[in-house]
């Protein structure tokens, strides 16, 4: 099974055919799953057809139960029907299921009601327009409403399953017939065979379908092709090959399909028909009774004058009973409902549909939805544990670039990795945000000393940036890393936590250099520390699709020269001298350019899956996202708070301070996408 547990049935169906191919096809043996039907005409072609499938069975290893096995049967259940001289019904544990089907609810017992007998509606006439008024209750946004329409229909599916009806078996050599007609209500068909015994026609497959909104404004002729069309669809495995006759009421359907020029529409359907061998009939509506019935709604059921209709209707027009009736329609009091639908809510905090349902139950109240929702909103509970559905707060904000080299640098920490024999366990990532010149620095540990002394030994050669951007890692948050900005006149910039992709520049580096590292050293993982110098080679040599150059090209104007090459150098340092700042400026022009293009390609895909962040004030309260700080706790809640909004930053991040003695750091820097607004629980049903 090539994808799992999920393909064993289609799997399974696939190898039975193959074995039994060469029999389906002689009808010797028709399989449908495990369930394996031998048809015969007598004793001995059955003895003869049961000895071939067995052999078969046997060199292909199956095993039969033989105390599952029929042999020599007039009647079958195969599937839900009953098999019997040539005739298909459907089987009582089935018609019983209906027929004993309890009062429907809502709306997924009527799903689950039409499903089951939606199975036999073959066998019924007008299914669609019989079961037109329950169908109607699952559309979408349309109000669950069980009336006596919907009750006439429930039981007159129940009635006329419980009538058994029958079907002939199709024989494909048979004279067969297919009578259409169509309302604006429905389309209807019958699928009728001769039958060898006394030339009549019996049905073999019932068709009906509800007209969609759109296709009740199609002209009568439209919809009388379009009749035609749905019956050959859904009797095409019957009469595809075959010769059979079309009969309708309509005579310019006979007419008109073998003009030259038809409507799109028309035309379209047309061709569709010309893959079948058919000839077109016209009868007189009078004779296509049997097919109105199907495609027509049965107004009449409507005012049958049922024993329980009856009842209904002078119930309804009793004084007495409408007064007990209002009196059982629970109203109460407006001081209670807010009580009534929290005893309800905090039984589980379930969603708005379910609070409805259970409250419904036993009061009437009104606009309980709107109530419903608004407790729900202001429910502690559901505030922080909820998540946030839709597409996510926040756009993507690029960080703008200066136009010279080593004016950003971006700093992370890698690791821990295994540790090597001089004790490192970190690296240490800078990137140039401009040229995207990569420095490593293997580090023993994560502390600030140590990322000093490389931040140190690299201003020497290159010189200080103007603006560092770190994460909030322990190395950069310190008094020490903070001192040292200072000290060397340095913007340090510390991301919002949880929100890597404001450093999405390491960060993507970094899942490259982990990569790359660990398939170095997948022999011997302590060895790590050997391939840095190497890799940070590669990465700087590289070219560079938001620059369009190499990190070496841009920063230095030349292309990085290996050993090997080294000799040329004297040959072309006179050329490389005198032409190095026209095409330094050049380059880095090229390359800012490139860069805003990569950013505004990168903004907008990113922003199609986002919306613009909710924009919270100063002292807002709110909720924040706990996985930011303590992750992998499934069944805590997924929000901390309150916090209050301290501080309104750019980009859509806040700072915020805790309110009360609530799980959660007592103060922290957050975005619009981690946060939801607080809502004071507040009586406002």
């Known amino acids: 099974m090539p994808f799992g547990l999920s393909t064993c049935p289609s799997t399974f169906m696939r190898y039975i055919n193959a074995i039994f191919g060469h029999l389906i096809s002689k009808s010797i043996v028709l399989p449908y799953m495990d369930d394996v039907v031998i048809p015969v005409a007598n004793e001995s072609q059955a003895l003869e057809y049961l000895k071939i499938v067995l052999e078969v069975a046997c060199d292909y290893g199956l095993e039969i139960n033989f105390k599952k096995c029929q042999f020599l049967r007039n009647t079958i259940d195969f599937l839900g029907h009953i098999i019997e001289n040539g005739r298909l019904f459907p089987s009582p544990s089935k018609t019983e299921a209906v027929i004993n089907y309890p009062d429907l609810k809502n709306t997924k017992d009527v799903r689950r009601f039409l499903g089951l007998t939606g199975y036999f509606r073959k066998f019924l006439p007008s299914y669609s327009t019989i079961a037109k008024p329950l169908s109607d209750l699952l559309r979408k946004d349309s109000l669950f409403q069980f009336y006596a329409e919907q009750q006439t229909a429930f039981q007159k599916l129940k009635y006329l399953l419980s009538q058994q009806p029958v079907l002939s078996i199709f024989n494909q050599n048979s004279p067969t017939d297919i009578h259409t007609d169509v309302s604006i209500d429905g389309l209807g068909a019958v699928l009728f065979q001769k039958s060898i015994h006394d030339n009549q026609f019996p049905p073999v497959f019932y068709m009906s379908k509800k007209t969609s909104d759109h296709e009740r404004k199609y002209t009568s002729f439209e919809l009388e092709v379009l009749a035609v069309v749905e019956a050959l669809k859904k009797f095409r495995f019957y009469v595809l090959g075959t010769s059979f006759k079309i009969i309708t009421d309509c005579d310019a359907l006979v007419k008109t399909l073998s003009k030259k020029e038809l409507n799109p529409r028309i035309a379209r359907w047309a061709l569709y028909l010309q893959e079948f061998n058919y000839t077109i009939e016209h009868r007189t509506g009078s004779k296509m009774a049997h097919v109105d019935a199907l495609s027509r709604p049965p107004h009449c059921m409507l005012i049958q004058n049922s024993v329980h209709l009856q009842f209904l209707k002078a119930q309804q027009a009793d004084d007495q009973i409408t007064a007990i009736k209002t009196l059982l329609e629970t109203t109460p009091h407006d001081n209670y409902i807010a009580s009534i639908i929290k005893t309800a809510h905090e039984r589980g905090h379930f969603t708005v549909l379910r609070i409805q349902d259970l409250v419904s139950k036993d009061f009437y109240i009104l606009r309980l939805k709107d109530k419903v929702e608004k407790f729900i909103q202001n429910c502690v509970t559901c505030i922080l544990?909820?998540?946030?559905?839709?597409?996510?707060?926040?756009?993507?904000?690029?960080?703008?670039?200066?136009?010279?080299?080593?004016?950003?640098?971006?700093?992370?920490?890698?690791?821990?990795?295994?540790?090597?024999?001089?004790?490192?366990?970190?690296?240490?990532?800078?990137?140039?945000?401009?040229?995207?010149?990569?420095?490593?620095?293997?580090?023993?540990?994560?502390?600030?000393?140590?990322?000093?002394?490389?931040?140190?030994?690299?201003?020497?050669?290159?010189?200080?940036?103007?603006?560092?951007?770190?994460?909030?890692?322990?190395?950069?948050?310190?008094?020490?890393?903070?001192?040292?900005?200072?000290?060397?006149?340095?913007?340090?910039?510390?991301?919002?936590?949880?929100?890597?992709?404001?450093?999405?520049?390491?960060?993507?580096?970094?899942?490259?250099?982990?990569?790359?590292?660990?398939?170095?050293?997948?022999?011997?993982?302590?060895?790590?520390?050997?391939?840095?110098?190497?890799?940070?080679?590669?990465?700087?040599?590289?070219?560079?699709?938001?620059?369009?150059?190499?990190?070496?090209?841009?920063?230095?104007?030349?292309?990085?020269?290996?050993?090997?090459?080294?000799e040329i150098v004297e040959l072309l340092n006179d050329e490389i001298t005198a032409q190095f700042p026209e095409q330094r400026d050049a380059l880095r022009q090229d390359a800012k350019k490139q860069i805003y293009k990569v950013q505004d390609e990168n903004r907008r895909t990113y922003n199609l899956r986002r919306r613009q962040a909710h924009k919270y004030q100063l002292h807002d309260l709110v909720a924040i996202k706990r996985s930011q700080f303590d992750p992998g706790l499934k069944l805590k809640q997924k929000y901390l708070g309150p916090y209050k909004v301290t501080k309104v930053k750019h980009n859509d991040t806040y700072d915020v301070e805790k309110c009360d003695f609530v799980d959660g750091p007592s103060k922290t820097s957050t975005c619009a996408e981690f946060m939801k607004l607080w809502l004071s629980q507040t009586n406002s049903t």
């Open 385 to 566: 544990t909820n998540r946030k559905r839709g597409k996510q707060d926040g756009t993507l904000n690029p960080i703008e670039k200066n136009d010279l080299p080593l004016h950003t640098f971006h700093l992370d920490h890698l690791g821990p990795l295994a540790t090597t024999s001089k004790k490192h366990k970190h690296v240490l990532a800078v990137i140039d945000a401009f040229s995207k010149f990569t420095w490593l620095y293997p580090t023993r540990s994560t502390d600030a000393a140590e990322a000093i002394n490389r931040l140190e030994n690299q201003r020497h050669v290159f010189g200080n940036p103007y603006r560092i951007i770190t994460d909030k890692g322990s190395a950069f948050t310190s008094s020490a890393f903070e001192d040292y900005c200072k000290k060397q006149n340095i913007l340090h910039i510390c991301i919002t936590t949880g929100l890597s992709r404001s450093n999405g520049q390491i960060e993507k580096q970094n899942s490259t250099i982990i990569a790359v590292l660990s398939k170095l050293s997948v022999d011997d993982p302590e060895k790590w520390y050997s391939h840095v110098p190497h890799l940070q080679e590669i990465l700087n040599s590289t070219f560079q699709r938001s620059i369009k150059m190499t990190p070496f090209e841009l920063l230095f104007g030349t292309n990085m020269k290996s050993c090997q090459v080294i």
